[in-house]
């Protein structure tokens, strides 16, 4: 059995590029809405706390376990799912583009492994994870490796594999309402809350 747990010195200069378009975004949604600024500070505390919990669980918990007969699946709040080897159709490597499609642009190594139905059971990205580690996995797993030559956009990997991207990779506007919807809400909790 082979265990793989994700790399944090992988995904930190993520987190790195993240903090200027955070930071920008923060003093955008502070000129536009005008809030008062105790609210705002409540509310992007709370989304930094929740944020770095999260990303803390996430490479504390996670972990992947895999031999032919079964891939295990812990997630970043340490619960487990087993996927049984037979109900594994196959893993897919593709190089995906990570701002844009110019041919210039810098593109990543993503896997999924896809079940039966056509649903990802893992996703994994060349911002955590290695090449190396991904032709290791489907290894282990002993499933058919399909890999894509050309470099394909979220939207081009979502029409060739409809069910493989998850819920915000597949609607980024949808992703984007509701984080919009989601800051709105928490406004009108912290505001109620002063009032009082």
Known sequence: MRSYVPRYSAYRPRLLRTLPVLA??????????????????IEWIAVLVLAAAYTMLYFHNTRFLANPRSLTIRNAFATSHTVAQHHLDRAVIVESYVTSKNPDARAIPRMFILDDEGHSVLRWSGQVWTATQMHE?????????TVLPMRLGSADIHRRYPR?????????????????LALVGLTIIVLTGLGR
């Open 24 to 41: 920008i975004l923060v003093v955008l949604v502070y000129w536009r809405f005008r809030q008062p600024s105790s609210v705002f500070l």
């Open 164 to 180: 493989a991207l998850g819920f915000w990779e597949a609607n980024p506007v949808a992703g984007a309402v509701l984080a919009i």
């Open 137 to 145: 996995l489907v290894d282990a797993l002993d499933i058919p490796l």
